[in-house]
Nanobody
Framework: QVQLVESGGGLVQAGGSLRLSCAASGRIFRINDMSWYCQAPGKQRELVATITPGGTTTYADSVKGRFTISRDNAKNTVYLQMVSLKPEDTAVYYC????????????WGQGTQVTVSS
């Protein structure tokens, strides 16, 4: 099993910045890609950004140029730096770790609330 604990959410004004952190523990040798997802009220959970063990990153179009995902493999931690935040970024942000496979497992954190006021 892999445990993920997020931190860093909060309330920020539009145009502001936040940095989310996600610390992994447990069977971390099983972790392949790590990602951040967000879920706004009444909406489905959406992929925000992904980073591979080698550091290759991909982003949703809505956050390109504003969000940066990074990974410290020595600390087993993934980060999401968010700048130029918009009210539409308001959501619960979840950390995800995908295992090597097969079989492939997805592990999730408990989520951290990000609220951007206008």
């Amino acid at each position: 099993q892999v445990q993920l604990v997020e931190s860093g959410g909060g309330l920020v004004q539009a145009g502001g910045s936040l940095r989310l952190s996600c610390a992994a523990s447990g069977r971390i040798f099983r972790i392949n890609d790590m990602s951040w997802y967000c879920q706004a009220p009444g909406k489905q959970r959406e992929l925000v950004a992904t980073i591979t063990p080698g550091g290759t990153t991909t982003y949703a179009d809505s956050v390109k140029g504003r969000f940066t995902i990074s990974r410290d493999n020595a600390k087993n931690t993934v980060y999401l730096q968010m700048v130029s935040l918009k009210p539409e970024d308001t959501a619960v942000y979840y950390c995800n770790a995908r295992s090597w496979g097969p079989p492939i497992y997805d592990y999730w954190g408990q989520g951290t609330q990000v609220t951007v006021s206008s």
